[in-house]
T-cell receptor, first 110, second 115 residues
Framework: GNSVTQMEGPVTLSEEAFLTINCTYTATGYPSLFWYVQYPGEGLQLLLKATKADDKGSNKGFEATYRKETTSFHLEKGSVQVSDSAVYFC?????????FGQGTELSVKP | EPEVTQTPSHQVTQMGQEVILRCVPI?????FYWYRQILGQKVEFLVS????????KSEIFDDQFSVERPDGSNFTLKIRSTKLEDSAMYFC?????????????FGPGTRLTVL
């Protein structure tokens, strides 16, 4: 079946540290891949997406590359800020519905 | 920027009662969805809706659940007789099309607490 696995949280980093949140997927065919972010008290917001293999999605300094060979879509940011503290969800799209990973909580300390 | 809105933000109900969760999707969107997140668990797909019909539903979406677009703007999720295990955050989402590449825009969620 289709599924998404994310690294366990919470992840705690100091400001300006490098961030990687791992995401791997299992799916038939080539789904589109997404990262959503949920800030405290808010809904899910699209952070970035990639629709085919080797595509790189990017937004607000975050990047993720669709790797078909490793079935991965890891989220990276070179220098995190306190304002990046949130829960990050990796997801794949099958027929219009989203299948989510379990979410990774990121806490950035000044 | 257009956004999806949901009301109420928090609903507390007694087991066995009916609840209706409301959503206003983005105005030019044609596809609507409900997801839920039980505390500490994954966000799970419940149902998708297009052209006044259910397009797809998950195994969670049993006969206790129903969806409706009662007018041109609202999209509702009804739980007929709530159970304790229905306690969760419920998210509404909408998209322009239902292709796998299209972005779904989410509302802030309704936290449902069943006592």
């Amino acid at each position: 079946g289709n599924s998404v696995t994310q690294m366990e949280g919470p992840v705690t980093l100091s400001e300006e540290a490098f961030l990687t949140i791992n995401c791997t997927y299992t799916a038939t065919g080539y789904p589109s891949l997404f990262w959503y972010v949920q800030y405290p008290g808010e809904g899910l917001q699209l952070l970035l997406k990639a629709t085919k293999a080797d595509d790189k999605g990017s937004n607000k300094g975050f990047e993720a590359t669709y790797r078909k060979e490793t079935t991965s879509f890891h989220l990276e940011k070179g220098s995190v800020q306190v304002s990046d503290s949130a829960v990050y969800f990796c997801a794949l799209s099958r027929g219009g519905k989203l299948i989510f990973g379990q979410g990774t909580e990121l806490s950035v300390k000044p | 920027e257009p956004e999806v809105t949901q009301t109420p933000s928090h609903q507390v109900t007694q087991m066995g009662q009916e609840v209706i969760l409301r959503c206003v999707p983005i105005s030019n969107h044609l596809y609507f969805y409900w997801y839920r997140q039980i505390l500490g668990q994954k966000v799970e797909f419940l149902v998708s809706f297009y052209n006044n019909e259910i397009s797809e539903k998950s195994e969670i979406f049993d006969d206790q659940f129903s969806v409706e677009r009662p007018d041109g703007s609202n999209f509702t999720l009804k739980i007929r007789s709530t159970k304790l295990e229905d306690s969760a955050m419920y998210f509404c989402a909408s998209s322009e099309v239902a292709s796998g590449t299209d972005t779904q825009y989410f509302g802030p969620g309704t936290r449902l607490t069943v006592l």
